[in-house]
C-alpha cells in the first residue's frame, strides 16, 4: 500500500477549505450529503465565530458547492442560537436538503431535535420544525431525550439516569433500500437506538436498541441482510468498537475493538457491496502532544469484515471529525483541522476548538 498511500496523503495537499473562513475562524461537525441530479456537495457543519477558537455550538451552517471540484462555494446560514449543536444531514433530492440539529445541548431540558429545508435551485430555506417521535400507541411526541429515556426504560435500561446535559447525538442519516430513512438516537454514555422514518426524518419510530452504552457517536448501515455499526465507546476502553447484528438489531455480536483507535468521530459506508469505515488513531508522532490531541492529526479508511487499511492519512495540522461519501466508486472525504489546538494543552478552552473544515477527493479505495 506503500507507494498508493503516498499519493493519497499528497492528495490532502490539494484540499480546499469549505467553511467561511472570511467571517469564521473556527468549524466542527461536518456532515456530507450528495445530489447527483445537479452534482451538488452539501456540508452542514457549525462554525465558529471570528476571533473564536472554542468548541462551536452557536450556529449551524451549510455549504454548497459542485462536488467534482468545490468552486464558487455557496454559504448558508441555517440556525443560531443557545447551544445549537451536532448537525446532520439528509439529500431530499432535486437539489435540496435538510439540515437537523439539536437545541440547547448543554443545558437541562430536554434537546429537541429540529430540522430545516433548504432549496439550492430556489436559495429558499424553511422555517424550523421539530422532528416528531410516533409512539407504539400512535401517539407522537417530539423526539427529545426524555422521550428517548422512557424507551430505553420499557426496555430494560436504566443506567443512562445521569444524562441530563448532552446531546441526542451523532449519526449520519441515510435512505433504506426498503424506503425508509434510518438514523440513530445516542445520548452520552446512554444505549443508542436504532430508528426509521417514513417521510425523510420528519417523523420517526424506534425499532431497535444496541444494549451497550455509547458515547455521542453509533454510525450504522445495513448490508446484505445484516446491519454493520461503529461506535465510540466509554473512556476506560479508549477505543473504537465494531458490531454486527443478523437479526434487525435483536441481538448483536461482541465489540471488536479497533487496534490503536481512539475516541473520535468513526464513519461507517457502503462502498463496492462492502463496508468502509474511516477512524481517528494513535500515531507514534504525536505521543508528544496533550492527551485529547494525540490522534486527532492521523486516521485510517478500512475495507470490509476484515477491515484491511486501504488508506492511512496523517495531516500536521490536525484531521478530526471526518465525514466520507461515495460517488460512483469514488470516496470523498471532508475534515476538521486543529492547527491552533494541536499546539496549546487541553486546559486552554480557548483553543480546543477546530480551525476550518476541508474536502478532497481521494478517488478509488478498493483493495488493490
Same mark, same amino acid.
Given at each position: 500500500?506503500?507507494?498508493?498511500?503516498? $499519493?493519497?496523503?499528497?492528495?490532502?495537499?490539494?484540499?480546499?477549505?469549505?467553511?467561511?473562513?472570511?467571517?469564521?475562524?473556527?468549524?466542527?461537525?461536518?456532515?456530507?450529503?450528495?445530489?447527483?441530479?445537479?452534482?451538488?456537495?452539501? /456540508?452542514?457543519?457549525?462554525?465558529?465565530?471570528?476571533?473564536?477558537?472554542?468548541?462551536?455550538?452557536?450556529?449551524?451552517?451549510?455549504? /454548497?458547492?459542485?462536488?467534482?471540484?468545490?468552486? !464558487?462555494?455557496?454559504?448558508?446560514?441555517?440556525?443560531?442560537?443557545?447551544?445549537?449543536?451536532?448537525?446532520?444531514?439528509?439529500? *431530499?433530492?432535486?437539489?435540496?436538503?435538510?439540515?437537523?440539529?439539536?437545541?440547547?445541548?448543554? #443545558?437541562?431540558?430536554?434537546?429537541?431535535? /429540529?430540522?430545516?429545508?433548504?432549496?439550492?435551485?430556489? !436559495?429558499?430555506?424553511?422555517?424550523?420544525?421539530?422532528?416528531?417521535?410516533?409512539?407504539?400507541?400512535?401517539?407522537?411526541?417530539? *423526539?427529545?431525550?426524555?422521550?428517548?429515556?422512557?424507551?430505553?426504560?420499557?426496555?430494560?435500561?436504566?443506567?443512562?439516569?445521569?444524562?441530563? $446535559?448532552?446531546?441526542?447525538?451523532?449519526? #449520519?442519516?441515510?435512505?433504506?433500500?426498503?424506503?425508509?430513512?434510518?438514523? #440513530?438516537?445516542?445520548?452520552?454514555?446512554?444505549?443508542?437506538?436504532?430508528?426509521?422514518?417514513?417521510?425523510?426524518?420528519?417523523?420517526?419510530?424506534?425499532?431497535?436498541?444496541?444494549?451497550?452504552?455509547?458515547?455521542?457517536?453509533? %454510525?450504522?448501515?445495513?448490508?446484505?441482510?445484516?446491519?454493520?455499526?461503529?461506535?465510540? @465507546?466509554?473512556?476506560?476502553?479508549?477505543?473504537?468498537?465494531?458490531?454486527?447484528?443478523?437479526?434487525?438489531?435483536?441481538?448483536?455480536?461482541?465489540? /471488536?475493538?479497533?487496534?490503536?483507535?481512539?475516541?473520535?468521530?468513526?464513519? *461507517?459506508?457502503?462502498?463496492?457491496?462492502?463496508?468502509?469505515?474511516?477512524?481517528?488513531?494513535?500515531?507514534? %508522532?504525536?505521543?508528544?502532544?496533550? #492527551?485529547?490531541?494525540?490522534?486527532? $492529526?492521523?486516521?485510517?479508511?478500512?475495507?470490509?469484515?476484515?477491515? $484491511?487499511?486501504?488508506?492511512?492519512?496523517?495531516?500536521?495540522?490536525?484531521?478530526?471529525?471526518?465525514?466520507?461519501?461515495?460517488?460512483?466508486?469514488?470516496?470523498?472525504?471532508?475534515?476538521? @483541522?486543529?492547527?491552533?489546538?494541536?499546539?496549546?494543552?487541553?486546559?486552554?478552552?480557548?483553543?480546543?476548538?477546530?480551525?476550518?473544515?476541508?474536502?478532497?477527493?481521494?478517488?478509488?479505495?478498493?483493495?488493490?
Amino acid at each position: 500500500m506503500g507507494t498508493r498511500n503516498e $499519493t493519497l496523503r499528497a492528495m490532502l495537499d490539494h484540499s480546499v477549505q469549505i467553511n467561511d473562513g472570511f467571517t469564521q475562524t473556527s468549524a466542527d461537525g461536518a456532515s456530507l450529503a450528495f445530489d447527483s441530479k445537479y452534482g451538488i456537495m452539501f /456540508c452542514a457543519y457549525m462554525p465558529g465565530f471570528q476571533g473564536h477558537y472554542g468548541e462551536s455550538r452557536g450556529k449551524v451552517a451549510l455549504s /454548497c458547492f459542485p462536488a467534482a471540484q468545490p468552486t !464558487n462555494i455557496r454559504f448558508v446560514s441555517i440556525a443560531e442560537g443557545n447551544d445549537i449543536y451536532c448537525p446532520n444531514i439528509l439529500g *431530499l433530492g432535486d437539489g435540496k436538503v435538510r439540515v437537523f440539529y439539536e437545541k440547547n445541548s448543554r #443545558a437541562e431540558g430536554d434537546h429537541t431535535w /429540529c430540522y430545516k429545508d433548504y432549496d439550492f435551485l430556489s !436559495n429558499a430555506l424553511n422555517e424550523e420544525k421539530a422532528v416528531s417521535l410516533q409512539r407504539e400507541d400512535g401517539s407522537t411526541v417530539p *423526539l427529545c431525550l426524555s422521550a428517548q429515556f422512557a424507551f430505553l426504560e420499557q426496555q430494560g435500561y436504566h443506567d443512562h439516569k445521569y444524562v441530563k $446535559t448532552e446531546q441526542i447525538g451523532h449519526c #449520519a442519516y441515510f435512505k433504506g433500500e426498503d424506503g425508509y430513512t434510518y438514523g #440513530a438516537s445516542v445520548s452520552y454514555y446512554a444505549e443508542p437506538i436504532l430508528f426509521r422514518s417514513p417521510d425523510y426524518g420528519a417523523t420517526v419510530e424506534f425499532f431497535a436498541v444496541y444494549p451497550k452504552p455509547a458515547q455521542y457517536e453509533f %454510525e450504522y448501515k445495513f448490508l446484505d441482510g445484516k446491519i454493520y455499526a461503529i461506535y465510540r @465507546t466509554d473512556k476506560d476502553i479508549d477505543a473504537i468498537a465494531f458490531v454486527s447484528s443478523a437479526d434487525g438489531g435483536k441481538t448483536w455480536t461482541d465489540p /471488536c475493538y479497533l487496534k490503536d483507535s481512539i475516541q473520535c468521530r468513526p464513519r *461507517l459506508i457502503v462502498y463496492n457491496n462492502s463496508i468502509l469505515i474511516s477512524y481517528n488513531y494513535l500515531n507514534n %508522532e504525536t505521543k508528544h502532544r496533550p #492527551a485529547i490531541q494525540q490522534g486527532r $492529526t492521523s486516521i485510517k479508511l478500512a475495507y470490509g469484515e476484515e477491515k $484491511t487499511v486501504v488508506a492511512d492519512l496523517y495531516r500536521k495540522y490536525g484531521m478530526v471529525n471526518i465525514a466520507i461519501v461515495d460517488i460512483l466508486n469514488d470516496v470523498y472525504l471532508a475534515y476538521s @483541522t486543529s492547527e491552533l489546538a494541536l499546539e496549546y494543552q487541553n486546559g486552554n478552552s480557548k483553543v480546543r476548538g477546530k480551525d476550518s473544515i476541508r474536502y478532497v477527493k481521494l478517488g478509488d479505495l478498493i483493495p488493490e
